[in-house]
């Protein structure tokens, strides 16, 4: 009769404990690891000059391949982390041709690159909303949402928006 009580007192204790780790918060730099690792990542991007681009980035240790996808070409772009080439397929007839460029990061969808490319550190904040989390920069510049689940779904920087449709890590061979 008298352990009635007392493991009901143990299993309401046990579910308080377990629900405040699944409650726990993230930090900035978990959240933003995600980035630094291996992905496959589909958005639409606005850089605030033009219209908005659907564009895939993905992430490897070689480097970010950058697709964007027009209405008449797709244009696929290299960046091995010190310099940007334009790349093209090839066929039959004609082998694959990797041309460098130079880079401009403000301008075009290139620039959505450093949107993926900021380096984690806990001296932001992160906020519990209504759809999960939101990371902001110290200085207020940046800040990425994620779902409860912790994927990434927009990043916004100095008028620079990304609008992440899927996001898959590590990314399928």
């Known amino acids: 009769?008298?352990?009635?009580?007392?493991?009901?007192?143990?299993?309401?204790?046990?579910?308080?404990?377990?629900?405040?780790?699944?409650?726990?918060?993230?930090?900035?730099?978990?959240?933003?690891?995600?980035?630094?690792?291996?992905?496959?990542?589909?958005?639409?991007?606005?850089?605030g000059y033009g219209e908005p681009v659907t564009v895939s980035l993905l992430r490897d240790k070689a480097g970010d391949l950058l697709t964007v996808y027009g209405t008449h070409a797709t244009t696929?772009?290299?960046h091995?982390?010190?310099?940007?080439?334009i790349r093209t397929r090839g066929n039959e007839d004609i082998p694959p041709l990797t041309m460098p460029i130079p880079a401009d990061p403000d301008t075009g969808a290139v620039s959505s690159l450093s949107l993926f490319s900021v380096v984690?550190?806990?001296?932001?904040?992160?906020?519990?909303?209504?759809?999960?989390?939101?990371v902001t920069s110290a200085d207020g510049s940046?800040?990425?949402?994620?779902?409860?689940d912790r994927m990434p779904f927009r990043i916004t920087h100095n008028g620079r928006c990304a609008e992440i449709t899927s996001f898959t890590a590590p990314p399928p061979a």
């Open 76 to 78: 696929v772009f290299f």
């Open 142 to 148: 940046y800040t990425a949402a994620f779902t409860k």
């Open 80 to 85: 091995d982390g010190a310099s940007l080439s």
């Open 1 to 47: 009769m008298h352990r009635r009580p007392f493991f009901a007192a143990l299993l309401f204790l046990l579910s308080f404990a377990l629900a405040g780790c699944a409650l726990a918060q993230p930090t900035p730099t978990e959240l933003m690891m995600m980035f630094s690792e291996p992905f496959l990542c589909g958005f639409t991007y606005d850089d």
């Open 120 to 134: 984690p550190d806990d001296s932001g904040s992160v906020c519990r909303t209504d759809d999960g989390f939101l």
